[in-house]
């Protein structure tokens, strides 16, 4: 899918107006503050997804004096199944509503699934610089977009271990209970062994795509490595509800004594090498960056394969810390995606072979005036938004 035009209003400090992106890469660059991510982020809100940022719904609206502007409105004339579809949404008051192809809807969540994303922003990096939970949560967002039906095995899950861990909680007052802790148990195991499963066979689909686009990124001269293998890898669901099984019964004194279960997919991790190194202990700056990157264009070319559309890239202030081969690779190896970057260097547009690239002032957003070399618009000229 293409995004063809995106108009915004009223929306964080984007002064009204419109742009019309190129099919390949569109550069978005200018100095710190000027609303670059808010651009990218006005796009990012029509997969239906809260801001990638953590804001409120109700702060997303141009704050005038303190106060917030009756309602955003942005607009979209996206490509996809094969046809030209128009897209709005409303945010007001912190609530959302959509009009699709002059359909009006009631909700926000009524574009799921018409735009499709990836993100990449700098809050990325803890997807490598932090705990397990934040590679778990990778793998599970992945899989509820590619495969929905995961969302609600998940949602067993998630809700038999609550029940467990309040059941654990209540043992030492009541040790008779520990008898029914049977019942949560083969919950877990029904569920959880479908959770492993499935995040077993995403990661098999994920390591070699990422592989190559991290071979891409590092000119061939590092290899990584993803595994997910809890319980000692078994693969078939027998052998994991087995080791499960085995797994809570072991563990399940322990667990009445703290009061949590401390075994399960709730605890397993994802691990990420470069070169036979732990990406996370040894990676360097630009490593850590590029893995994360590779893990979310792979993410992309999943989706891609799913659905039949390839969903558009968007990256975050990603060029700091990468060098200029692997800057080349983000500019002029990405073929065949529509891709959105934001950086503060305007020679990083020069590097860009085609391409488009978009000025961000104050606010005001401008199309480079020579689509190839990404000629940078005067200094001299002066932005309206600011001075209404
Ligand atoms: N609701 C809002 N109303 C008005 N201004 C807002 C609102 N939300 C954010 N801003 C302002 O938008 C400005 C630009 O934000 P943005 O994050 O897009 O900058 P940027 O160009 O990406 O900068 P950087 O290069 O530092 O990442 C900030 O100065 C911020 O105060
Ligand atoms: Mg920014």
Redesign the pocket.
């Given at each position: 899918m293409n995004v063809l035009r995106l108009g915004f209003e009223n929306f964080?400090?984007l002064c009204p107006g419109e742009i019309f992106p190129g099919e390949t890469i569109n550069v978005i660059h200018?100095?710190?503050?000027?609303?670059?991510?808010?651009?990218l982020?006005a796009i990012w809100l029509f997969t239906g997804g809260h801001s990638f940022r953590g804001?409120k719904d109700s702060?997303?609206?141009?704050?005038k004096d303190g106060k917030?502007a009756p309602a955003a409105s942005l607009s979209m004339t996206l490509f996809t199944e094969g046809r030209e579809q128009e897209l709005r949404l409303e945010l007001r008051d912190g609530r959302r509503s959509s009009v699709i192809n002059g359909v009006e809807k009631k909700t926000g969540s009524a574009l799921v699934g018409k735009f499709c994303a990836v993100i990449f922003s700098p809050e990325h990096l803890l997807l490598v610089k932090e705990g397990p939970s934040r590679r778990r949560a990778f793998l599970d967002g992945a899989l509820c977009q590619s495969r929905p039906a995961f969302t609600r095995v998940l949602a067993h899950y998630n809700k038999a271990l609550m029940q467990r861990n309040a059941l654990l909680k209540d043992i030492p007052r009541h040790p008779e209970l520990i008898d029914t802790l049977d019942v949560w148990d083969e919950r877990l195991i029904l569920f959880g062994t479908e959770v492993v499963q499935e995040r077993a066979a995403f990661c098999k689909d994920l390591e070699p795509r990422a592989a190559e686009i991290y071979r891409g990124i590092a000119k061939n001269r590092e290899e990584i490595t993803l595994s997910y293998a809890p319980f000692g890898g078994a693969e078939t669901k027998t052998e994991i509800a087995e080791r499960f099984s085995e797994a809570l019964k072991n563990a399940r004194n322990a667990d009445a004594r703290a009061g949590f279960t401390s075994v399960g997919p709730h605890r397993d991790d994802l691990t990420l090498t470069i070169d036979g190194l732990s990406a996370r202990t040894f990676g360097s700056q630009g490593q850590q960056r590029s893995i994360v990157l590779a893990l979310k264009l792979a993410e992309a070319d999943i989706l891609y394969r799913k659905t039949g559309e390839r969903p558009v890239i968007l990256l975050?202030?990603v060029m700091s810390e990468l060098d200029m081969s692997r800057r080349d690779y983000l500019l002029n190896h990405l073929d065949g995606r529509q891709v959105f970057i934001?950086c503060?260097d305007p020679e990083t547009v020069r590097l860009m072979e085609t391409g488009r690239g978009f000025y961000?002032e104050k606010?005001t957003v401008r199309q480079d005036t020579d689509e190839k070399a990404g000629e940078v618009h005067a200094e001299n000229e002066t932005p309206t938004c600011e001075s209404e």
């Open positions: 964080r400090n200018g100095s710190n503050a000027q609303g670059k991510t808010n651009l982020e804001t702060e997303l609206p141009v704050l917030n975050d202030d934001t503060c961000v606010g």
